[in-house]
Every structure is written in C-alpha cells, then in structure tokens.
C-alpha cells in the first residue's frame, strides 16, 4: 500500500492533547491538499476520550485551517477555484473540517491505516490501547507512537505488534519545530522504514534517527541535563546562595552558555514538572546505574506544583 493510499483513512489518538492537536493539524493540512489535487474521500479520525477537548480541536483546525490558506493562496487559487483570499481561506476551512471525524471510541477507528499515539505518557495504557487496537484494525495498519521515552520495542512486543509500531517523536509544538525522532525497533515491518522517511518529508520535517532506548535522544539530554541543573542548583544553596537565586542562575547559565531559546529551568515548567517526573520514572529502571530520579521534583510534584 502506498502512502497516498494510506493517507485514505488515518487516526491520531489523544487528538484533544498538546501533541496530539498538533499532529492532527499537520495529517488534516496534508490529507486535504491530497483530496484537493487528486480526489477521493480521506478520513482522519480524530480520537479522544474527552468530548470537550475534541471541541476545542475543531476551533484550533479552523483558525489555523484558514491561516494556512491565507499564506499559501498562491498554490492553492487554482485548486479552490478563487484567488479572493478570504473566500480560499473559508473553502480550505470548509473542506479541512470534512476531512476530520472527531470519535470518542477506539472502535471508530479501525478503517485508519496508519494509527498516531499521542496519549498519555503511560505504559500499561499505551500497551493496552495497542492491544486493543491489534484486534480492531487491518492486520497492514501501521502504528506511530509519540511517546517521549518508552523504548518502542517493549511496546511493540508487549502489544503483539510484531514491528508495525515505530516511534515517530514530534517535538512541542508538532506544526511548528522542525524535527521528528525516530525510533525503529529492532524487529520492524520492512515497509516502515522507507515510509516514515516519505512520511517525514510529505509533513515537512527532519528526520532524526535514534537507538531504542528509553528517553530517545531528546529527552535523554533535556532528563540528564535537568538533574545537573538541580544537582548545581543544590551546591549554591550550600555556598549560601537562596533557593531562587539558585534556581535563576543556573537557568540563565544554561540559556546564554548553550545559546537557547529558554533555560533548563524555564524548559521544565514549559513541559511540566508532573510530565518531568514521570518520564524520569519511565527512563529509571533502564538505566540502574545512574539514579535518574530528583527529591525536589518528586517533592514540588507532591504539593500540586506544576511548573
Ligand atoms: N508535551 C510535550 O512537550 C511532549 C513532547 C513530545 C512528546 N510528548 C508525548 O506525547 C504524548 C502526549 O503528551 P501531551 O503532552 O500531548 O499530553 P496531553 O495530556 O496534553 O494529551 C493527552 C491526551 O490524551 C487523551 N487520552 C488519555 N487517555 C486516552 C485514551 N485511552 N484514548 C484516547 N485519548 C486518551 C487525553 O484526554 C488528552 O487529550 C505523551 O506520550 C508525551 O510523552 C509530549
């Protein structure tokens, strides 16, 4: 089956989420210019288990629905058959949202080819909802995990995929950071890897291979880079500095000596620190040896302090 074909029929679970609105904004804006320039009927099956959140989904595909026209009015004035900006805008609204099916059962997704994961970052959900999805779909359905730091291999195994789930990592936000992780399990489907490459491109991002291991790459640096942070932060407090002078400088010293947007500390609240720790629970036990695990963010966790 071809990626256009696949294109036909596509889920993304969590699609109510942080990740998973962006992911389905990028697979909406790619399956509509496909029904624009080729025909056919694509359905993107918009899954969450929260109605709500799948309310706000259709609002945040509309307005960047019709941003999207706007900037690209060049390319798509032959294809909506008006250059009057703001009626293409409406037109590409208009048959964006006739691409999506905003579901709030596993069930309804079972014709989708290609299923994206952007739930929580959970284990035992994410393999039973794989599970699940084993008996519901077509036995050539592909399967896309967002997870953070879950080695794709435990998945694939605990959920019998047999090397139909690659991890296909987003960065926050999906429409706007250019770069996707991926994770091939030592066991994968020889179609997936040529796919995801495809796939990558047809979404307009950078491929970045990584090794099956828990945390990835991204957030094997950004855990072991806060734990230093807080570690450093600690020692000032012992030279006499306060805590929130600590925290301050250690931020600034990671912005301006790593020249980033935002300091370690600013990363953390922007993540969450409820998010922080359970990846470093996830990562933990894959890596005995070095105690990936902070007294402070378990303690600040405990007291509802998110950020
Ligand atoms: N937030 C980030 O910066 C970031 C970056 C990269 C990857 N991720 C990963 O992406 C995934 C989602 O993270 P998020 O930050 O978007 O979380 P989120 O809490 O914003 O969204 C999760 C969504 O999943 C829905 N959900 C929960 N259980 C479900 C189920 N059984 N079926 C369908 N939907 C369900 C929730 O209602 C929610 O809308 C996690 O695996 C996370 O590790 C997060």
């Known amino acids: 089956m071809t990626l256009d074909e696949r294109l036909q029929n596509v889920a993304v679970l969590g699609a109510g989420g942080k990740m998973g609105s ?28 929260r109605p709500e959140a799948l309310d706000g989904l259709r609002q945040y595909l509309s307005g960047q629905a019709r941003k999207f026209a706007q900037k690209n009015s060049e390319t798509l004035k032959d294809l909506l ?3 009057d900006v703001d009626q293409l805008a409406a037109r590409f609204e208009q048959e964006l949202l006739s691409v999506l099916e905003p579901v709030t059962s596993l069930e309804a ?45 435990l998945l694939n195994e605990r959920a019998g995929l047999g090397g139909r789930l690659v991890g296909f990592h ?13 994770i091939l399990p030592a066991q994968v489907h020889p179609e997936l890897p040529e796919l995801c490459q495809a796939l990558a ?7 970045i291979p990584s ?36 925290i301050y400088m250690m931020n600034r010293v990671a912005q301006d000596f790593l020249i980033r947007p935002m300091g370690i500390f600013q990363l953390m609240d922007y993540v969450g620190l409820d998010v922080f720790q359970s990846i470093l629970a996830i990562m933990n036990p894959h890596f005995p040896e070095e105690n990936l695990h902070s007294e402070l963010i378990d303690g600040l966790v405990s007291r509802g302090v998110k950020g």
Not at 22 to 47: D, N, Q, V, W, Y
């Open 170 to 182: 987003f960065y926050n936000p999906p429409a706007v950071q250019k770069l996707v992780e991926l």
């Open 109 to 153: 997704v079972s014709p989708a080819r290609m299923v994206f994961e952007a739930i929580l970052e959970n284990v035992d959900l994410k393999v039973k909802v794989f599970s699940q999805l084993r008996d519901l779909c077509s036995e050539d359905t592909f399967f896309f995990s967002n997870t953070s730091s879950i080695p794709i291999g």
């Open 201 to 207: 491109r047809r979404l307009g991002k950078i491929v």
């Open 211 to 246: 090794n099956d291991v828990a945390g990835f790459i991204g957030n094997g640096h950004f855990m072991r880079d806060g734990l230093h942070a807080i570690q450093e932060a600690e020692r000032l407090q012992k030279e006499g500095f306060s805590f929130q002078q600590s």
């Open 81 to 83: 058959g008006t250059d």
């Open 22 to 49: 962006g992911i389905t904004l990028l697979l909406a804006r790619e399956m509509t210019l496909l029904k624009l320039r080729a025909g056919g009927s694509p359905r993107l099956f918009a899954m969450d288990v």
